[in-house]
C-alpha cells in the first residue's frame, strides 16, 4: 500500500516501483501483485469500468485483512486516510474473538519508507498508531476531520463497514466451528468455504445496503445545500430589484414633484 504523490499518476519518479521491484526480487515465491492503479479502473470509465470500479471499492478491506501487504511510507503517509486503513487492515488478524494485533514474528506486512521518510521515525510512529489499535479506536481516529481523503465519500462508506468488519470475523469463526462439530457436516469438509463466503456474501449484501442509505443521505445533504443556495441567491437578488425599485420610485417622486412645484399645483 502506498500514497498515490499526484492525483493522475502515483508514483512519477517511480521510486515506489522501484521498491516493488526490490520487494519482489526477495520474495521470488510471490507470484500474483494487487495494485489499485493497475487493478481497478481509472481516470474516465466506461459505464461498464464504473460498473466494476463501484463492485471493488466496497471489497478492498478484503484484500488488505488477508493477504501479505507491503506498506510503502513516505513523510505525509500517516495524515492520509486511506494509507492509515489499509495499514491497520495490515497490522490485524483474525480469530474467534475477532479482529486482534498480529501475533509477532507472523506479520503479514512489511514496511519500506522513500524520499524523507524514516523507519525511526515515520515507521515507528505508524506500527504505534496501529498495531495494537481495536476498532473502536481505529474508528475514532479515522474518523478525525485532520485525516485526509480525496473523495469524502469513500470516507463515508467505508467506516461503517470497518465498525462491522469484527462482527464479520467472527460470525465466520462460529460458522465454521458450527460445521466442524457437526458430524453430518464434517464428512463435506469441502463445503466450509462455500458457506463461509455465503455468509461473507450476506455481510457484504448489509454493508452494501449500509452504504445505499449513507449514499442517499449524503445525496439529500447535496441537494438541500444545493436549494439553500439557490434560494440565498433568490433572495440576494430580491434584494438588489427591490433597492433599485425603491431608487427609481424617489427618483420620480421627485421630478413628479418638482414637477408639481413649476406648473403651480401647489398652490392652494
Given amino acids: 500500500m502506498r500514497r498515490w504523490e499526484t492525483p493522475k499518476a502515483p508514483d512519477p519518479k517511480g521510486e515506489q516501483l522501484r521498491v516493488l521491484k526490490e520487494h519482489l526480487r526477495a520474495h521470488p515465491k510471490i507470484s500474483r501483485v494487487w495494485i489499485d ?4 479502473p481509472q481516470g474516465e470509465r466506461s459505464a461498464t469500468d464504473l460498473a466494476a470500479f463501484k463492485r471493488m471499492l466496497p471489497r478492498i ?4 485483512l488477508g493477504c501479505a501487504v507491503l506498506l510503502i511510507v513516505d513523510n505525509t503517509y500517516v495524515g492520509r486516510f486511506w494509507t492509515q486503513f489499509e495499514a491497520w487492515l495490515a ?3 483474525c480469530s474467534p474473538s475477532g479482529l486482534g494485533p498480529t501475533v509477532e514474528n507472523s506479520e503479514r506486512y512489511v514496511m519500506q519508507c522513500i524520499h524523507l521518510a524514516q523507519d525511526k521515525f515515520q515507521g515507528a510512529q505508524l506500527r504505534e498508531m496501529w498495531r495494537e489499535a481495536s476498532s473502536k479506536k481505529a474508528y475514532e481516529a479515522l474518523s478525525s476531520p485532520d485525516v485526509t481523503v480525496t473523495n469524502q465519500s ?3 462508506v467505508q467506516l461503517p463497514k470497518l465498525q462491522a468488519l469484527d462482527e464479520q470475523v467472527r460470525r465466520a469463526f462460529a460458522l465454521a466451528a458450527d460445521a466442524a462439530s457437526d458430524p453430518s457436516a464434517s464428512a463435506s469438509a469441502e463445503e466450509l468455504p462455500a458457506k463461509l463466503l455465503l455468509l461473507l456474501e450476506a455481510a457484504q449484501a448489509r454493508i452494501t445496503a449500509l452504504e445505499a442509505e449513507v449514499a442517499a443521505v449524503v445525496a439529500a445533504k447535496a441537494e438541500a445545500e444545493v436549494v439553500a443556495a439557490a434560494a440565498t441567491k433568490d433572495k440576494a437578488e430580491a434584494e438588489t430589484r427591490g433597492d433599485k425599485f425603491r431608487k427609481a420610485a ?3 417622486k421627485q421630478q413628479y ?3 408639481k412645484a413649476s406648473s ?3 398652490a392652494g
Fill in 37 to 40: 492503479w493497475c487493478c481497478m
Fill in 61 to 64: 478491506n478484503m484484500l488488505y
Fill in 91 to 93: 497490522m490485524r488478524s
Fill in 154 to 156: 469513500d470516507k463515508d
Fill in 250 to 252: 424617489a427618483h420620480w
Fill in 257 to 259: 414633484d418638482k414637477l
Fill in 264 to 266: 403651480g399645483g401647489g
